[in-house]
């Protein structure tokens, strides 16, 4: 099984919908991240979460918010979706050491 | 501002070249500096660097840090068609509410 999961793997939806992507892990780690990831710009940190009550707003924050429902769920919402937040949403985990477990991706296509 | 930069951004080679990746950064308080390989899926790690000089090394992989100079560099030799991915940099900073910050990364191809 995988450590990281993330669901959907792929959605498509219409401007103006509320949005949830949802990332579980079974590694055990405190810390969880969700990044985008547009062709040419690398991954771009969204928020992060380094235990169930610290919440921490990364680069590119606006227009998105997150629910750290336990440690092993990190949820990212979209509370009303635009087409240039069409992109690929990774969720990820480490611990202390640095290395970061990257789930599979999902695929959001805003209409 | 943290910034991470990649060069170059694509590089296209023939089965069997030797490839170097860079890496370059300003960030404050360094902690220490990843690789990653991304195919079609998630990035998966190769390296974690955090002294200078000390080269690391799996197969034909190998990177090292300069850590005066604030860059890296990841080295492939004899190229095969697998590697072609996109290499991603990232660089770990601040003090207990680290964050890393990713570079653009390089996309290589490598033809047969």
């Known amino acids: 099984d995988a450590d990281v999961t993330q669901t959907p793997r792929n959605r498509i939806t219409k401007t103006g919908k509320r949005i949830m992507l949802e990332c579980s892990q079974t590694?055990?780690?405190?810390?969880m991240y969700w990044y985008r990831q547009d062709p040419g710009l690398g991954l771009r940190l969204i928020y992060y979460?380094?235990?169930?009550?610290?919440?921490n707003k990364g680069e590119i924050s606006d227009g998105y918010s997150v629910s750290r429902q336990a440690q092993a769920k990190f949820s990212l919402s979209l509370e009303s979706a635009i087409p240039n937040q069409t992109a690929l949403y990774f969720c990820?985990?480490?611990?202390?050491?640095?290395?970061?477990?990257f789930g599979p991706g999902t695929r959001l296509t805003v209409l | 501002e943290d910034k991470v930069v990649q060069s170059p951004l694509s590089l296209v080679v023939h089965e069997g070249d030797t490839v170097t990746l860079n890496c370059s950064y300003e960030?404050?308080?360094?902690?220490?500096l990843l690789w990653y390989k991304q195919e079609k899926k998630a990035p998966t790690f190769l390296f974690m660097l955090?002294?200078?000089?000390i080269e690391k090394k799996s197969g034909r992989l190998s990177s090292i840090l300069d850590k005066k100079e604030l860059f890296s560099i990841l080295n492939i030799t004899a190229t095969q068609t697998g590697d072609s991915a996109v290499y991603l940099c990232?660089?770990?900073?601040?003090?207990?509410?680290?964050?890393?910050?990713f570079g653009k990364g390089t996309l290589l191809t490598v033809n047969p």
């Open positions: 990820a985990t480490s611990d202390p050491g640095f290395e970061q477990f």
């Open positions: 590694k055990g780690h405190d810390r």
């Open positions: 979460s380094f235990d169930v009550k610290d919440i």
């Open positions: 960030v404050t308080n360094f902690r220490s």
């Open positions: 955090t002294s200078s000089g």
């Open positions: 990232a660089v770990v900073s601040g003090g207990s509410n680290y964050k890393l910050t």
